[in-house]
């Protein structure tokens, strides 16, 4: 059975064919590759195909063993392994996403500064909700479209972590 | 003599004090807050106290911890590195009352520098070309217009304690004048306490020049020559190279003396940097002095073999100066790229995290002052700065050869850095021809955010092929261990050791 | 224009020759043995293929092997290093025929440094001194005791086609002399299959001291100074210096015309060195040709600021040398430390094994060429040297204060290593006032060999505290997990949440 | 309870007294430690006590959980948890030891070049029973005491790993 690997916009079909110690055959999409693969340092690969040497770096995302963020010399490539119960989660996903923003996050750990907006109060598109600083640099957060502030789970003055939902809007 | 330095600061300036001052045979003293615990200066040094919470104002900037960890280690001597409280006048008279040397200026020379205004009329009474402006407080529109014409537009407002870009306004015409001032009063008050605020002439095609002072205490004061310091984002030097592109020997000569008068001027003493600006007519202006050791000092001593940290400790000792100005003589060419964890498609925010791994460049002429390890999480209290990345070469075209070989060779993964930005600037033809001024940034972004040029298919597939690997392994490691080795390596060995067809 | 280079060699000096490459833009092919595939080199170069299996006979000395792989890779040049194939005149012969580019002298020059007796007859035609002694082969025992009288004992003899120690006898009395020579011989042709021998004076308290060559196709001939190389065990560097604590400017001219004088003898082209024995009276012998790049190459590169490899590779090119004589200038001093895996205590023993943890030293004006990472292992089948440590400073006494730190900074385990015997060396008065000569480890071994100083209570209990808890952790890590992070430093982080007294 | 832990020679009485985060107190001997302890990297810990601060980097034996090797900045230490099972193993291994040499093998890894002598057959103390090669050097290992080759374990010419037993002695 083939499995997808998505890598930025493209969805490639990868069938492992043939393995022999450090000696792989793997088809991906119409193409065979026979491949040296080692693994050298944790998370590092050097493969040889047709005497070309490449030295990729692997980082799996810290939330989600399936996700990958590959390092090259030159470029640095998502890739994604799909198998069905994925395929299934990220169509709902994207039907999710087109309702619109639900929630107010950082990408970064850092301190709440300021929050300018009560629970249950309608905002304004372009308006702010809260100002989060990290390593002496302040981000205003704003929402895009009208809506009422259900819920802040944050005050100020507190430290949140990477991703923590700060205010939840409907 | 000095026989214990505490080293007022964390980072890498923290490591690269600690480095020198061992080679000299002093012990040192590390200081930490609470986030630091496990950063890599506290367990470098031969002694470490922790002087309060995570965030600066409660622990690094707070003078009476600083100097009870003195007392408490028995250190003769502190070096503040920079930021911090380096340029903080107060701790530098403090550590004199407690006769606890300060590896530095006298307080006077800090204070004399440190407010703008004052700054200017000194060097204008020394002889130090400043940028055509007013010497006193804005405090009537009268008066600002009156001045303002006498300059000519364009010009900029800035706050006299000013710094990192804050309390600055450009002005294009004699109608915004009055309300651009106003701001600008506001916003310094807000920021530094200090509503003072004053006019200068707007330099077009700046480029931001600044000479290394060396001076002991028995007057002999010498320059190390100039580094180029044009490449900026946000007011933030990122990359710097010594011999500056634009520079002539008369020319390095002039303002060599400038700045070496620049210093006599407030009797400095110790390691210092006095900034210019300079135009495309290499007409040259007196910007600051930066009274402490700089960010990017390590491309002076590449040039010129001169180990600045010894200098300073020996100066600080009572040494006289060991260098002749005859001999200071740059040799080849350095470059410093500042590695930030930053998200650069993202207005350059931080990007603070766990860094997952780390492989650092090396090889011939390459110098990488950090203080990050594998594993290591990079606080969100302090600088996104995590790495220097210094390299010298024969001439300025092996040396960009050279940094984007080791721009390449470096990775981090785990946390965003500015390293593939830093890769597409080798590229640009202004850089490489040395053609470039304060505005570089600005000028080429479009070009420097651009996705990376396409991957080639090859490429990807190698990328798909390793991850699924990576996936399949790590799915055989979840399931009940059969053998009791855990090194990754190992198990990649056994799961080869398989032969045949696997199917999933 | 070389466009794509193999290199034929494994370890640190190829990974030293693809940055040079790289600089350069210009592709590099690695070739590596069944042993060498997680070899560094390997995943490091553009391109890489296997030629062999693991012992040097079947993979990297085999002639065909490298040259297929130019074939298969469309490589136009060879690159050889050091050691392996970087002296065989056949191998330089083969890729002239094969069209590809042999980064090196020509095979007449290999051929008459590679043989000693040729060498010294060419030597003594150039005018260039050599160690008294015969010209011809030592063939009955009248001929050699009427050459050994005229010399004067003690007396070496030599094999022609020797090198490492091998082939090697000193006589000191005329009784002594024809049962030496039979064993030499007899030693020589098992060997080299040679059993060619002479007789040399033999020189007390020698000093090794070699000198840089570069010339390039049209003539130019320039030496790059010396480099001093005294420090020897097993008849093998492992310290080496530049400049050398016994040389005078007047010296260092006299003897860098005699090496420049031996490479024009033999029309050398390319990168090389003229070793010479230096006496304390400071007459010197020429005592042999390296017809390649050297490992201890980098010192010269530290104190010149030039880039030995890319000067190669330039030669090759057909380019002309761009250094003139009178801007060969050192500056400051270089040391280099040759860190090997090896047991010091039992008679410098190849330790190989697997590296468990790497935390190399770094800093200003320091330089680590290597090729192991965490997780290695060393295999059995080529040289023990792991690493090189190269440092300058500004001079002799501050470049010994630097190797010292980061000889303590650097740290490997898993595997042994001389680092601490290193260490020592630098604490060794003779050294540190540059009193030695070839015999220095001999001299000093007991003093290098005793056990460290005794090490305090106190640390001694920090050392125990923190097995004690690492053995903790480990018992709690072997219970059924209770949290899905495998990442040691949190496995910590939630051990020590458990607040409250344990009791094992 | 207290555990036994040796460090080269000296034989100390260690004992937990309480652990709070990262402050730990603890009695060795007859002297008891405030020490702030945190693991920077897998296997290297920090120690501050009294402000020093120790940077120790522990090597477990790839054999052995209990041993250690743990270097300072300036000196390695070899440390050996003790409990009881361990004291009674090491009493009875002395005990063999004085019986004797019993075998031969080679501390590290390498390729038998020769062996000179056959099985069954009577030595004299110093003669030399094989010839092991490793990084190009040969090494010679000969008998201490007059015996007989009970067992040769392997041939010339095989590679061979480090500690592995080559012959046995009667």
Not at chain 1, 24 to 37: H, N, T
Not at chain 2, 228 to 251: A, D, F, V, Y
Not at chain 2, 410 to 427: A, C, E, H, P, W
Request: net charge positive.
């Amino acid at each position: 059975m083939a499995i997808e690997i998505h890598i930025g916009d493209r969805i490639a079909n990868v069938e492992l064919l043939n393995i022999d110690g450090n000696k792989v055959q793997i088809e991906i999409d119409d193409r065979v590759y026979d491949v040296d693969i080692s693994m050298i340092e944790h998370g590092v690969y050097s493969l040889i195909y047709q005497n070309k040497s490449y030295n990729l770096e692997l980082v799996k995302s810290p939330d989600d063993s399936k996700k990958y963020e590959v390092s090259t010399l030159y470029s640095t490539l998502p890739v994604e392994i799909v198998d069905v119960h994925r395929k299934y989660m990220k169509n709902r996903q994207k039907d999710e996403l087109d309702d619109g923003q639900e929630k107010i996050s950082t990408p970064m750990p850092g301190k709440v500064i300021k929050i300018p907006v009560k629970k249950g109060e309608k905002i304004e598109p372009g308006q702010t909700v809260i100002i989060v600083e990290a390593m002496k640099m302040q981000s205003e957060y704003k929402v895009k479209r009208e809506c009422k502030i259900k819920d802040i789970l944050v005050n100020e003055g507190d430290t949140v972590e990477g991703n923590q939902t700060l205010v939840v809007l409907e | 003599m000095i026989k214990k330095i505490l080293i007022a600061n964390r980072g890498e300036i923290a490591m690269r004090i600690i480095r020198s001052a061992r080679e000299m045979g002093i012990k040192t003293v590390a200081v930490f807050s609470e986030a630091d615990r496990t950063s890599k200066h506290v367990s470098f040094a031969d002694e470490a106290v922790c002087i309060g919470p995570a965030p600066s104002k409660e622990s690094y900037l707070v003078i009476d911890n600083v100097i009870d960890a003195c007392k408490q280690t028995k250190a003769d001597a502190v070096h503040p590195g920079y930021g911090f409280l380096s340029e903080n006048e107060t701790f530098a008279k403090r550590c004199k009352q407690e006769k606890i040397i300060f590896i530095g200026p006298k307080p006077d020379a800090i204070k004399k520098m440190g407010d703008k205004i004052t700054a200017r009329k000194t060097m204008i009474e020394a002889g130090v070309p400043v940028v055509p402006g007013t010497k006193e407080n804005l405090t009537t529109r009268k008066k600002a217009e009156e001045a303002a014409k006498k300059i000519g537009y364009p010009i900029m407002v800035k706050a006299s304690s000013g710094g990192g870009g804050k309390g600055m306004r450009l002005v294009n015409s004699h109608k915004n004048l009055w309300e651009a001032v106003k701001a600008a009063k506001s916003e310094a008050l807000s920021s530094f306490g200090d509503d003072t605020v004053y006019l200068e002439k707007y330099i077009k095609s700046p480029h931001h020049i600044e000479f290394q002072i060396l001076a002991d205490k028995f007057g002999n004061t010498i320059h190390l020559c100039e580094r180029e310091c044009s490449i900026q984002r946000r007011h933030q030097k990122i990359i710097e190279e010594t011999p500056s592109p634009l520079m002539t020997p008369e020319l390095r000569d002039e303002m060599g003396q400038a700045a070496i008068n620049a210093a006599k001027s407030v009797k400095y003493v110790g390691a210092g940097t006095v900034e210019f600006l300079v135009d495309n007519k290499l007409n040259y202006y007196f910007l600051e002095m930066n009274t402490r050791l700089q960010v990017e000092h390590p491309i002076t001593e590449k040039v010129l073999g001169i180990d600045l940290v010894k200098e300073q400790i020996k100066i600080a000792d009572g040494k006289k100066l060991t260098h002749k100005q005859s001999n200071i003589v740059q040799r080849g060419h350095a470059i410093e790229c500042r590695i930030c964890a930053e998200d650069t498609h993202n207005n350059f925010m931080p990007s603070p995290g766990v860094i997952k791994h780390i492989t650092e460049p090396k090889g011939i002429g390459v110098r990488v002052d950090s203080y990050v390890y594998d594993g290591y999480e990079i606080p969100v209290h302090y600088d996104s700065m995590i790495s220097k990345l210094i390299i010298r070469a024969a001439n300025r075209k092996y040396a960009i050869e050279r940094m984007k070989r080791v721009l390449y060779e470096y990775r981090i993964s785990g946390v965003k850095t500015n390293l593939g930005f830093l890769q597409k600037i080798m590229d640009i033809k202004d850089f490489v021809s040395g053609k470039y001024d304060t505005h570089f940034i600005e000028k080429h972004l479009n070009t420097l955010l651009k996705t990376t040029r396409a991957t080639k298919v090859l490429t990807e597939d190698m990328a798909i092929i390793a991850a699924y690997f990576d996936y399949i392994i790590n799915l055989e490691e979840n399931k009940p261990k059969t053998s009791g080795d855990t090194r990754a390596i190992n198990r990649w060995k056994e799961f080869g050791k398989r032969k045949g067809v696997l199917r999933i």
